[in-house]
């Protein structure tokens, strides 16, 4: 809330707020974590319509699946680690450099969105997984890499006692 106070100060800017997997609903063993991205979709929306004329413009940005060592570098309950395995597949095929996210929030915070306020934006488009999987079978066939994302999974205790 502290650029808030400045951007309404100015009567200008753009607040732009970081959304993630799960930030439409509910995601199967990543209930914390869609828990909360559903909860900043949410904040976001009512904050966007709260300062709808303010001069301040307030987006969602989810930047979808971004290849880094965070992705790479994962936790599971001990017992569960092998239904990460998945993550290496979807990763190869709908993970993105850092720099497609990042010139992604640049058009947001560019004059380019002025005026549209409580815009949610999404990298990750249905559009772009289906061509992506269309597109798979003749990336091997022209032998383009179609490496797995390599994986290194830690091993934690649940929280919950008994388990």
Do not use: C
Not at 6 to 12: E, G, I, T
Not at 68 to 79: D, F, P, R, Y
């Amino acid at each position: 809330m502290v650029a808030m106070r400045h951007f309404l100060a100015q009567k200008s800017g753009k607040l732009i707020n970081l959304l993630g997997r799960g930030d439409k609903g509910s995601i199967a063993l990543q209930n914390a974590y869609s828990s909360s991205k559903v909860w900043v979709r949410n904040f976001t929306k009512t904050l966007a319509n709260e300062y709808r004329n303010s001069g301040v413009d307030i987006f969602g940005f989810n930047p979808g699946l971004v290849r880094t060592e965070m992705l790479s570098n994962v936790h599971a309950v001990v017992g569960y680690e092998e239904q990460m395995n998945p993550l290496r597949f979807v990763a190869m095929l709908w993970g993105n450099d850092a720099d497609v996210p990042a010139e992604k929030a640049l058009w947001l915070a560019s004059p380019a969105t002025d005026g549209k306020n409580g815009t949610m934006v999404t990298v990750l488009t249905k559009r772009m997984m289906l061509s992506r999987l269309i597109a798979l079978p003749f990336r091997k066939l022209l032998h383009r890499s179609t490496e797995l994302l390599p994986l290194n999974v830690t091993s934690v205790k649940s929280a919950i006692s008994g388990d």
